[in-house]
């Protein structure tokens, strides 16, 4: 009863151990190719690292825009109707419309500043 060297053992579930004195092909790289390789990885995750933050940055941008965009509108909504009524219009509302308008201002403007400085 001759068995073969490949054949796996009764209730074996691996492979066969090569047989005494065969050799394994090499699979690995050498010490400078994984270097290299590690290097590259790092590049391209530190790359997606920063599109996800500008994306990010842009977001929150967008809504810190859209919410004082609202503040300013609101504010001089209620400006508008206290002064029809002959309420306080000044102080409260047109003074939060106004803080909440130059707060837009700035934030478009530092926007388009960044933009422009990143396409150079």
């Known amino acids: 009863m001759t068995r073969d060297m490949d054949e796996p053992l009764e209730g074996d579930i691996g492979p066969a151990a090569p047989p005494p004195g065969a050799t394994r092909a090499k699979t690995e790289e050498p010490a400078g190719d994984a270097a290299e390789e590690l290097r590259r990885y790092e590049a391209e ?34 400006a508008v109707e206290a002064r029809s009524k002959g309420d306080d219009w000044l102080y409260p509302p047109a003074v ?20 422009a400085r990143r396409r150079d």
């Open 45 to 78: 995750r530190e790359e997606r690292r920063r599109r996800h933050n500008a994306v990010s940055g842009r977001v929150a941008a967008v809504l810190a825009a859209a919410l004082l965009a609202f503040l300013a509108y609101d504010s001089a909504r209620t």
């Open 96 to 115: 939060n419309a106004a803080l909440c308008t130059l707060a837009l201002i700035a934030l478009v403007s530092w926007a388009l500043r960044r933009r």
